[in-house]
């Protein structure tokens, strides 16, 4: 899956305080999301070797037995750095498809913010994602929602050619193309392969765009 924003260094800041709540509410809240910048370090740089609840804790220095107040078990801080990793790659995407302009525009800052390179950080995380999903149903329950939101921008940016056009034209099929083609070039940019992601992500959705609706 091609990420949308540069490694940022992985960690999660902890979330300011708001005004007017209590102390605790606060603290608690600086020290879920430590856990949750542990977990993310640890998955990132050991997959699933290492990842378990006591060493979360240990990283984030915090207490084993706050880490369980917070976190029922390793899944369920799993799944928190799922959500936690969404404005990464799923929401710059959603804004550049919802934005208003035409299907052209949309489509170039779909490929502007996809051509960038994954951070090794985020690249790291999802292939760890990938593989406690093989063995956790919870997690990937979890991770195919993600995929199924993201998959939905391309079906949705599809859906704006098919309203210029007036009809004839099947945007599900079309979005989940280019979603699959866009996995296959972060697969490939992941090994080390200079395919050039922007220029054939380009190409695709524009060659597609103008055969759509034309028949077999």
């Not at 960038?116 to 991770?143: F, I, K, M, T, Y």
Request: with cysteine.
């Amino acid at each position: 899956m091609a990420a949308v924003a540069k490694d940022s260094g992985g960690r999660s800041a902890a979330p300011p305080a708001r005004a007017g709540r209590p102390r605790s509410s606060a603290k608690g809240e600086q020290t879920r999301a430590r856990l949750i910048a542990a977990a993310r370090t640890l998955l990132a740089g050991e997959l699933s070797e290492g990842f378990t609840t006591r060493n979360v804790a240990a990283l984030s220095g915090v207490s084993h037995g706050m880490c369980h107040y917070h976190f029922q078990d390793r899944t369920d801080l799993v799944l928190a750095v799922i959500e936690d990793i969404r404005p990464e790659w799923i929401t710059p995407l959603e804004a550049a498809v919802s934005r208003p302009g035409s299907f052209a525009e949309r489509a170039e800052r779909v490929v502007g913010l996809l051509g960038r390179p994954e951070g090794a950080e985020l690249s790291h995380l999802h292939s760890a994602l990938h593989w406690q999903a093989l063995n956790d149903s919870r997690v990937r329950e979890s991770l195919e929602s993600e995929y199924r939101r993201w998959r939905a921008c391309f079906v949705g940016l599809f859906q704006v050619l098919a309203d210029e056009r007036g009809g004839g034209l099947d945007p599900r099929h079309l979005g989940l193309a280019v979603a699959a083609a866009v996995d296959g070039l972060a697969a490939m940019d992941s090994l080390g392969a200079d395919g050039g992601t922007e220029p054939v992500l380009r190409t695709l959705i524009r060659t597609l765009a103008a055969g759509a609706g034309s028949g077999p």
